[in-house]
């Protein structure tokens, strides 16, 4: 199992940044692939961004190419997703996850580890 701690939430104006990081401890040895996650009240969780742990390979989901970038630092085993020129509709809580094989970037049901989210808040 891969535990999963997220950092760096809070309020920001529009047009703002902010960097979100994700530590993971346990077996981290076990991970192909991390993604960030956001969700708002009455909708589903929805992927952000996505890298290879061991390869030079992201996904971003189309609302946030060119605005976020994620990245990672394998000796520090820490997921870094930085958030630039933020929009009201980005706020929600983000979480990251962990996956252990391929698959889509897309689906909740493909990542087995979870961090407990945090909370950005974009204001207008």
């Known amino acids: 199992q891969v535990q999963l701690v997220e950092s760096g939430g809070g309020l920001v104006q529009a047009g703002g940044s902010l960097r979100l990081s994700c530590a993971a401890s346990g077996r981290t040895n076990s991970i192909y692939g991390m993604g960030w996650f956001r969700q708002t009240p009455g909708k589903e969780r929805e992927i952000v961004a996505g890298?290879?742990?061991?390869?030079?390979?992201?996904y971003y989901t189309d609302s946030v190419k060119g605005r976020f970038t994620i990245s990672r630092d394998n000796v520090k085993n820490t997921v870094y997703l930085q958030m630039n020129s933020l929009k009201p509709d980005d706020t929600a809580v983000y979480y990251c996850?962990?996956?252990?094989?391929?698959?889509?970037?897309?689906?909740?049901?493909?990542?087995?580890?979870w961090g407990q989210g945090t909370q950005v808040t974009v204001s207008s």
């Open positions: 996850a962990a996956r252990r094989s391929r698959g889509s970037w897309l689906y909740t049901s493909e990542y087995e580890d």
């Open positions: 890298v290879r742990w061991n390869i030079d390979m992201t």
